[in-house]
């Protein structure tokens, strides 16, 4: 079982890792999805790995802590999980408000030289609008 | 036990929540809100430094669990200063955005600002690893929306470009814990330093523990080779925003110092001085990079991202040493260099407001601009170095921490040289600018010359950011008095260890 886990999260890293050296938003989205799936079962192997072992003691007077498996990692998990979902959502916002003002979903800027002399740090006169067409918005 | 040790966390979460769904459509009462929010903030700040002056260590224990297995907070001299820095910056920050404007030109400014400085005082409070990484998610998610504040496709595309990064440093930041909790079975970082210090743990996962929170913590501190997203981000942030994120890089410096002090002890048996011997050629490495960046930018606002690079490698040079009184001078060039980028990006602000564009070319003077030059001219002499300003005494300091002969010859030619081409970069960029532009003659479609003059409120606070460097010069001496304690006791590990345990100690007797 440890070499399946260990492939598993070896796999996805590597997968992920791959996916977020890609020059688009899409690609890289996916590749930190895959990322934080690996760091989800790494954090769930910290506490060893157990099988058949409950994380919550039954009764107070517990003598032998073998028959149980560590709690602490799966409160983490949950915690990383909630927070990756969390930013994941943010990214896809964020890809989808610079594909629609700037018309392609390419992670790279434009070098510095190529710019106009007024594009740039701008005085913050536009504002966000993110318009959808009716005919997409019906269909 | 004393609770006003939570309330920089509780006060700003409180208040973004009713900033954000009860006055969302009146900018007035949130910008009442937000302000009334931040004073108290600095309020509470002052009085939380007070106490901590006194040298205990005070621990506040979250649901009264005592420390292994609740979460704690703790306040100690360095993290009061740097709860202390933050207020007096959102302050400055925040009043300046309402003076320009920049909290109407997009939605939930104040809330995102509120939630911002909640993460943040949390992160400098926390004395728990894993709450450590939930305050700092807490302040990028914050910075995320701050950053892309009013739009625009240019900072839409650098704001993806930063989510991106920084969630690759928050996967590594979870790969780093996980390592950590496996080798030492604690997150807590005084349990931490207990585990390390007695050599039980596993040393190979330790060792890779430390270096990848240093990795993580390089991306905050924008350590070379972690800082290629920091130039794009500050310079397609408001201005205002990029001045408060010149607390953001500390955050990460804060995180290197606090937990590479306490939990991995410089000389202790399992990593020994790997994270020193790492630290110090890649904050060489930062100078070298904030200095050509700042001599070969094009644009003001790069320009400013690479002193601060350039800022923060002194700062962690000085802090690589992992030595008392190098410690003493790195936490005054903290303090320096974030009121000097604070200052440099405000002034920018006005600057380019008024010009229309950031880019270093002749044009036009505008209007005010002896006010304008001499408010740059402060702020440039301050950010590299030069006398009377604190940036001076600041690198003084850390050069005199670093003439060990070990060190010395590197920490010298790298300061010395980088302050060089800073300076030469500022000052190219400064008659370019101010000067230069005196002598084209005034265009009449310029439509900046229409624009209203800077009022008295929207210079006050960079006025008052650099009056803060003139203090924090003519100060040097109680100031250093401070920092020396707060330096004594943060290599003073033992005192932290047992505060924060004593309780789990006497429980089990």
Known sequence: MELLVAGAIGALTAGGIYLILRLRAFAVILGLALLSYAVNIFLFATGRLAVNKPPILTGYKVTDFSAYTDPLPQALVLTAIVISFGMTAVLVMFALGAYLESGDDKIDMPAPDDLHEDDGADVGEQTLVIEIEPKERGQ | ????????????????????????????????????????????????????????????????????????????????????????????????????????????????????????????????????????????????????????????????????????????????????????????????????????????????????????????????????????????????????????????????????????????????????????????????????????????????????????????????????????????????????????YLVADLVISRRGTDALTVRTATAQNGLFAALFFAAAIAMTGMPPLSGFLGKLFVMDALSGPGVIGWAWSAILIGSLMTIVGFVRAGSQIFWKSTSVAPDEDTAATDLPRVSALQAAPAMVAVALLMALAAFAGPVTNYLDATSAQLFDSSDYINQVLARATEEAK
């Open chain 2, 1 to 344: 036990m004393n609770h006003w040790i939570i309330a920089p966390v509780v006060l700003p979460a409180l208040i973004a929540p009713i900033i954000a769904f009860i006055m969302r459509h009146d900018v007035v009462l949130a910008r009442v809100a937000s302000v009334a929010s931040t004073i108290a903030l600095f309020a509470i700040s002052v009085a939380l430094t007070i106490m901590a002056a006194s040298g205990e260590t005070q621990v506040y224990f979250l649901g009264n669990w005592a420390a292994p297995f609740g979460i704690v907070l703790v306040l100690d001299r360095l993290s009061a200063m740097m709860l202390l820095l933050t207020s007096i910056l959102a302050l400055i920050v925040v009043t300046h955005s309402i003076a320009t404007g920049w909290d109407a030109k997009g939605r939930h400014f104040h809330a995102l600002f509120q939630f911002q400085l909640m993460g943040i005082c949390g992160a400098f409070l926390t004395g728990d690893a894993f709450n450590l990484f939930v305050f700092f998610e807490v302040l990028l998610i914050a910075s995320y929306g701050l950053m892309i504040h009013s739009g625009g496709k240019q900072r839409l595309q650098a704001g993806l470009q930063y989510v991106v990064m920084n969630l690759a440093g928050s996967t590594l930041f979870l790969f780093a814990l996980g390592s950590l909790y496996a080798a030492t079975g604690t997150l807590n970082i005084a349990d931490i330093a207990q585990v390390v210090q007695s050599g039980e743990g596993d040393e190979a996962i330790i060792r890779v523990a430390a270096i990848l929170l240093l990795v993580v913590f390089g991306i905050k501190a924008a350590l070379v080779p972690m800082h290629f997203w920091l130039p794009a981000t500050y310079s397609n942030a408001p201005a205002p925003i990029a001045a408060l994120f010149a607390i953001m890089t500390k955050v990460g410096a804060y995180a290197i110092i606090r937990i590479h002090t306490i939990a991995f002890a410089p000389g202790n048996p399992e990593t020994g001085n790997l994270i020193g011997d790492w630290l110090f050629p890649a904050s060489l490495l930062t100078i070298a990079v904030g200095a050509i960046g700042v001599l070969g930018a094009r644009r003001l606002m790069p320009l400013l991202s690479y002193s601060v690079i350039g800022s923060m490698g002194t700062l962690l040079l000085a802090v690589s040493v992992f030595e008392q009184y190098a410690m003493t001078t790195a936490l005054y060039y903290l303090l320096h260099s974030t009121l000097s980028a604070a200052a440099l």
